[in-house]
């Protein structure tokens, strides 16, 4: 057992010594949080009122009989102690001679997956414990295959309750193949598999006797020992903006956390979304200038020349540019109930830029027991694909191999601003700087003004049955008699050509709404007033759309009709099979409908005629300028 260290001597020894960031992960009950207790309390991390509390915390909820019962000390939500197992991630510290040490209790069971990847993300060594008895299971696979995807290259392969197995030399020779075969195609750096008992602390910080035919290291003797340092120094410049900082007139700076590299004042820097170059006049901080700042240094940097810059920016060296696209191909782990669909409207956060994005195709998930790739079209909560993705804007990054700072990022939902996924970019996609906008001799404004009108879409939107199409077909009507220039997209007739391919699975129903969205932009760019009837469900499908044009060219119309009298109508017998289970998937009844929250125009069916509504439509084109009144 390691000796305590003395205040002072963590003091003397705390500016040589190096950080392991460390995670514990495996099957759930492979013994997690017992040996991250068993490591605080050999290595006398655990004071006093600790002891007391944990003795008897031990009685009350305790697995281990009369003995205490280490997992106490990490499992700190009262449901995981009633439940036994770990639910979030606990974060623990602790200090030898050697190394100070910041270790991660990740959950064991599948649906906290998420949790397991939040606490990979910044870890250099992954603990994987297997429980002697069971061997490799398929979350232990899982986990394996996460660390890896997450970038770490080290494991300790830690086979607890050796104990339970009269600590048999061939039952861990046994599960060290078995994992080494499974792992093989993981590409980690190294594997140092490690017998060992958690709850009576064989060969964890000291070694045992009862495992004599072990000449490896103790489990704390390699983490002390392990080298996992990876140089950010060395790698390309890279400071993502986080914060414009101008407090007077006198004083521009750019604050945030330089993520890989070294920079002086003197340095020649480019923004690497614009190109724009100058050089760094000084490094800012609150302890005065510095001479240089290296990867890890929160600073404000000064540049020599007024360049546009703002927060989301990436600074780096102009002869080592990051990659800037709006289209790349990552690997995601999905984290949300809600299933990811491909051509929904998401943001995206990488390093301090979020932008807008879609998932523009799910090429294949992947079977973390077997690393199979599998067709999929969605995707599921705790689920690993391989996707494209475009974002809104331009964005730099680097390949997550490279640069795990700029090269991972947090998929958020934008109705309710929750993180949905995390990913990490492989590469850039050619193919998105291989095409450029061709400039034409006339433009939008030029068409509509041929047109005597402003371009718009009206998206009229509402449950099948509410009057969508009646009421878009009459103002129809009533433009073209009084000579306006339009074009009437109707949800049932563009599923005999252009969406022909399409069904109305969720995913469906996204592709089809984004492809008419595109369509009903190109109306918009030749000044025609695109009037759209599409169910189109989901509120984020219908902003999707809105942010294609610019603003106040984008009319929500919601037909607000209720469920029964849409049912009552029934002019296409649609909801009488849908309701006997013959149409699966239909809105409604076994499909959700989102109402809109902020429609321009609110449309009651049963409160107003349909020439009535039509009037209304043309009215607020008219109040908005985009026709003359009559």
Not at 435 to 442: L, P, Q
Request: proline fraction near 4%; glycine fraction near 6%.
């Amino acid at each position: 057992m390691h000796a305590p260290l003395t205040t002072a001597e963590l003091a003397g020894a705390a500016a040589e010594k190096t950080l392991l960031r460390f995670l514990t992960c495996g099957s759930v009950d492979d013994g997690k949080s017992t040996l991250i207790g068993r490591l605080l309390y050999d290595t006398k991390l655990v004071f006093d009122d600790q002891l007391a509390a944990l003795e008897k915390d031990s009685r009350k909820h305790g697995t281990t009989g009369e003995a205490i019962d280490l997992a106490l000390l990490v499992d700190g939500l009262e449901a995981e102690r009633e439940q036994g197992i770990t639910i979030d991630v606990a974060y623990r510290y602790f200090a030898t001679a050697k190394r100070t040490f910041i270790v991660a209790d990740t959950p064991g069971h599948e649906q906290y997956t998420r949790n397991m990847a939040t606490g990979a993300s910044n870890a250099d060594l992954a603990v994987i414990l297997i429980d002697a008895r069971k061997g490799v299971l398929t979350q232990t696979k899982r986990h394996s295959f996460i660390c890896s995807l997450l970038g770490i290259r080290h494991v300790a392969l830690a086979v607890n309750k050796i104990d339970l197995v009269d600590y048999s030399e061939s039952r861990f020779r046994e599960i060290e193949a078995e994992y080494r075969a499974f792992a093989a195609p993981l590409g980690f750096e190294t594997i140092t598999p490690i017998p060992l008992s958690a709850r009576d602390g064989d060969n964890v910080t000291a070694p045992s006797p009862r495992l004599a035919w072990h000449k490896g290291p103790t489990l704390l003797a390699h983490l002390e020992e392990i080298d996992v340092e990876t140089d950010l120094e060395a790698k390309p410049f890279r400071f993502p903006v986080q914060w414009v900082n101008r407090p007077n007139l006198d004083f521009r700076g750019f604050a945030g956390t330089i993520a890989s590299g070294t920079v002086r004042p003197g340095d020649e820097v480019v923004v690497a979304a614009s190109g724009k170059t100058s050089r760094v006049a000084r490094i800012v901080t609150m302890d005065g200038d510095l001479a240089s700042a290296s990867a890890g240094d929160s600073v404000t940097l000064t540049l020599e020349d007024e360049v546009d810059i703002a927060r989301g920016d990436l600074l780096a060296r102009p002869a080592e540019r990051p990659e800037v696209s709006n289209q790349f191909a990552a690997r995601l782990i999905w984290m949300q109930d809600e299933r990811l669909l491909p051509g929904r409207s998401y943001l995206i956060k990488l390093a301090t830029r979020t932008v807008p994005a879609t998932v523009t195709s799910l090429k294949h998930k992947i079977d973390v027991n077997t690393l199979e790739k599998l067709a999929a079209r969605t995707l599921g909560l705790n689920e690993i694909a391989e996707v494209n993705v475009e974002t809104g804007a331009p964005i730099a990054f680097d390949p997550y191999a490279d640069n795990r700072e700029t090269g991972a990022f947090i998929v958020i939902d934008r109705e309710t601003n929750a993180t949905a996924g995390a990913g990490m970019v492989q590469h850039g996609l050619r193919r998105a700087t291989n095409i450029h906008r061709h400039a034409s001799a006339v433009d939008r404004a030029a068409r509509a003004r041929l047109k005597n009108q402003k371009p718009a879409i009206v998206w009229f939107t509402g449950l099948s049955a509410s009057g969508k199409s009646t009421i878009a077909n009459l103002v129809e009507a009533k433009l073209a008699a009084r000579g306006q220039h339009t074009m009437l997209l109707d949800g049932d007739n563009v599923r005999f050509g252009l969406n022909k391919d399409l069904g109305f699975t969720d995913a469906d129903r996204v592709e089809n709404v984004r492809r008419i969205g595109e369509v009903a932009k190109l109306f918009t760019d030749a000044g025609v007033i695109a009037l759209c009837s599409f169910i189109s469900p989901f509120e984020s499908e219908r902003r999707m759309v809105r942010d294609l044009v610019g603003a106040g060219e984008f009319i929500e119309a919601f037909v607000d009709t209720p469920l029964e009298t849409c049912i009552a109508r029934d002019p296409k017998g649609l909801y009488k099979r849908a309701l006997a289970g013959e149409i699966p998937n239909f809105t409604g009844v076994s499909s959700p409908y989102e109402a809109p929250q902020a429609a321009e125009l609110v449309l009651p069916t049963t409160d107003a005629s349909v020439d009535e509504l039509a009037d209304r439509v043309i009215a607020e084109l008219e109040r908005r300028g985009l026709i003359d009144a009559v």
